[in-house]
């Protein structure tokens, strides 16, 4: 079974920080990418920033230059450091994998539950 947990939101003050932590397990399948999605209020669910099995990232425009991805394979977690923080930050942010079953070499986007991110002006 797949699950991904995320953890780290909360409320910040715009100019602060926050560092948002996915633990996952994936014991059965190889990690093709892994990364952050968001999804503010009454927009589209958009990328933020991705890793991917070479270990190349890349960001959203929007958040390139504060925000950084990162991965700890010997904890099965993934980090997003986020900082100078903006009110337009303010977002539900998802931990999401593209996943391939060892077993069956079948492909799926998985997905944690989401955690808040508010930025106070």
Known sequence: QVQLVESGG??????GSLRLSCVYSVSTFGINRIGWYRQAPGKQRELVARINSSGDTNYADSVKGRFIISRDNAKNMLYLQMNSLKPEDTAVYYCNALLTEVRTGITRIYWGQGTQVTVSA
């Open 10 to 15: 909360g409320l910040v003050q715009a100019g």
